[in-house]
């Protein structure tokens, strides 16, 4: 099933709507969607709130709803091709919550416990109850019945926090299980949020969407109770413009098709009044076609009215342009030369929901390589390493003795490795014979600390800890600071200046391996300090002296990627990014123009090179197994036909 130009309509809706519906036309919905392109929705027939929006014999339909929005919209929609996904939460329902106060999880002091969601909670519920498991698996059975929908979307799926209701505490006894112990209940909690996902995927019909939001893409146990993925990013607020990049480099290992849901909010879900802007939207949209992802776009419904036609003017011309894009961007797929190896070990923890999560060290690799325009995939050690010639392996990752011997492998194979930071120690040395050309004396604790690089004698701060080590030919030299920063009793230690080296170095390199002393990933995502960045930078040059792109002045801030298919690539060159406003806001308000002239070099000889969508020639020549691409001027954003 195709999944492209969706709408997520985000509506969850209070009691206390007097004129719920007075205004709503499913006819005018549903014209709106089409004369925007719209192919698909995300359509609520049960809200967060718990009400339902059709005539159900299981749920609590809205208050003085009259007929039946949902089904109307399902008919409507249908009748113009627009396909159905309907939308249900699962950890929150305040109905369901009053109705059946023993549904809701409890927490350890015996009250029912509350997901905080901003200046509000919400009352969450127990994935181990009967009684709440019959019911929304009831209600998910009724509207497949009722409705010929194309799927549904179970948003909210969450194990945490742990439930220590009656019936929880009593499987833990029955399981042997200490109560007293948290680790147990982590057991407990998740075993209830697996059956639960399992139940809600038997309760859709065979070939039917089904996308639940918060199940770990990457686990094994539950990778196939979702058909496809959808990476929620609204990236001006919360989520930041760092997000979806790097997790979309790790979904795409897991499923196929993608959506990148965005949004129109200035700030987040339930900004009635806040838009973006159409500027920021397209960058979103690009953004997901240069990660060989498709576009949703999340939008509110006013309960008594109807969706914006204003806001889908806009929606509709940023749709049109992805649809002439389509021809050629349907049967591609991403090229991705290099790798960030994921700690598969963080599946599961709370901190680690799914994906990438706090990992920032991967996130700030991630980010590196987009500056420095290198294509990147995110991997764990389940799949499979061959199609890189590189991989990174990022400060504080976890090698179990199976990743160990599969990267030994990988460079005995002629693969290129970059590690960092504490990264593949173990008791304190490198197990892996070819890391072992260098001695660890010991964990470096302080963030505090400096180097120097053989080329300069500029004093650069590391701004993150790691291991002290010296290697033959070794590489620039470790500094300490003076003190420890603290209270000493008279001060507090906070002027640090650099003491003299310790005799450690901070690059080690031989052969297909490096190694960076400290976490120089975790300090860019914290600190962006261009010196990382530009440290890593001639690693990776030596390492892969012959890249898949090359740039010539292209600024940092514009996204170059590849994506191909048998008979031609495809070069993205998005050049808008966006500016920090206020103390958290982001905004792109302008796309960025790059002036005609600047070359990107892709590793190849293709035979003609177009701008896409006009198939308009562009210069370039053939050099030195390169085709040098001669860009014209960008606004925003080109893509660019490389017929092979």
């Known amino acids: 099933m195709e999944l492209k130009r969706a709408i997520h309509i985000d509506f969850h809706t209070m009691p206390g709507i007097y004129d719920f519906g007075h205004d709503f036309d499913a006819v005018e919905f549903a014209e709106t969607l089409e004369k925007a392109h719209v192919t698909i929705i995300n ?14 014999k299981i749920g609590v339909p809205y208050p003085n709803m009259k007929g039946d929005m949902f089904g109307d919209v399902v008919r409507e929609c249908h009748k113009r091709n627009i396909k159905i996904v309907g939308y249900t939460n699962t950890s929150l329902n305040h109905t369901q919550a009053l109705l059946h106060p023993e549904w809701c999880r409890i927490d350890e002091s015996g009250h029912i416990n509350n997901m905080e969601r901003g200046s509000h909670f919400f009352r ?3 994935y181990n109850n009967p ?3 019959a019911y929304l698996s009831s209600l998910i059975k009724e509207v497949f019945e009722k409705y010929d929908i194309d799927g549904i979307f179970a948003d909210c799926m969450n194990p945490n926090p742990y439930c220590h209701c009656p019936k929880c505490t009593a499987d833990m006894k029955r399981l042997g299980l200490d109560i007293h112990n948290e680790n147990h209940w982590r057991y407990l909690a998740y075993k209830s949020f697996y059956e639960f996902a399992r139940m809600i995927r038997d309760a859709v019909p065979e070939g039917k969407l089904c996308q639940q939001t918060g199940v770990p893409f990457d686990d094994p146990k539950v990778m196939d109770v979702s058909s496809h993925g959808e990476v929620e990013c609204l990236p001006s607020g919360s989520w930041g413009y760092d997000f979806f990049g790097t997790q979309v480099a790790y979904m795409r290992k897991f499923r ?9 909010f200035q700030s987040s879900w339930a900004d009635f009044g806040g838009y973006k802007g159409k500027i920021s939207l397209e960058n979103d949209c690009f953004e997901a076609l240069q990660n060989g992802a498709q576009v949703s776009i999340g939008d509110h419904m006013h309960p008594a009215r109807n969706i914006n036609r204003a806001m889908y003017k806009d929606i509709g011309e940023i749709f049109e342009r992805v649809m002439e894009y389509e021809p050629w961007i349907d049967n591609t797929k991403y ?13 599961g923890k709370e901190e680690m929901r799914g994906g990438l999560g706090r990992n920032i060290s991967v996130r700030g690799a991630g980010r590196m390589l987009q500056e420095l325009k290198y294509d990147f995939d995110v991997i764990n050690e389940n799949l499979d390493f061959a199609p890189y010639k590189l991989i990174i392996v990022p400060d504080e990752i976890y090698l179990s003795e199976h990743l160990e011997k599969k990267l030994e492998a990988f460079v005995e194979s002629g693969g290129k490795v970059l590690s960092s930071g504490w990264a593949g120690v173990r008791d304190g040395a490198f197990p ?3 890391w072992q050309f260098i001695q660890v004396d010991g964990k470096e604790e302080t963030e505090d600390s400096y180097y120097t690089l053989p080329e300069d004698e500029m004093v650069r701060s590391m701004y993150a800890g790691g291991i002290l080590m010296h290697a033959e030919d070794g590489q620039g030299q470790h500094i300490p600071p003076y003190f420890e920063r603290g209270w000493n009793g008279e001060h507090y230690n906070a002027y640090l200046p650099p003491e003299k080296p310790s005799g450690h170095c901070v690059v080690a390199q031989r052969g297909n391996v490096c190694h960076i002393s400290f976490q120089i990933f975790r300090a860019y995502f914290m600190k962006a300090a261009v010196f990382h960045k530009k440290l890593v930078a001639s690693i990776l040059e030596e390492l892969l002296p012959n890249p898949q792109v090359k740039c010539r002045n292209i600024p940092s801030t514009a996204r170059v990627t590849l994506t191909g298919a048998e008979d031609y690539n495809l070069l993205h060159i998005k050049t808008s990014y966006p500016e920090k406003r206020g103390d958290k806001m982001c905004i792109i308000e302008e796309h960025v123009v790059l002036p005609a002239g600047r070359e990107v070099y892709v590793r190849g000889e293709y035979r003609d090179v177009y701008r896409l969508p006009e198939k308009t020639p562009v210069d370039f020549t053939v050099e030195d197994g390169y085709t040098k691409v ?3 001027e960008i606004c925003g954003y080109d893509m660019f036909l490389l017929e092979k």
Do not use: H, K, S, W
């Open 335 to 347: 090229l991705a030369e290099v790798a960030i190896l994921n700690d598969e070990t963080y599946i």
């Open 43 to 56: 359509m609520f027939f049960q809200c967060n709130i718990g009400y339902v929006y059709y005539p159900t």
């Open 131 to 133: 009684g709440y498991r």
């Open 256 to 264: 196929d098709p993608i959506l990148y849901m965005t949004g129109r």
């Open 432 to 434: 892996m014979p070819a």
């Open 630 to 632: 001669i860009l014209p």
């Open 124 to 126: 969450t519920m127990c």
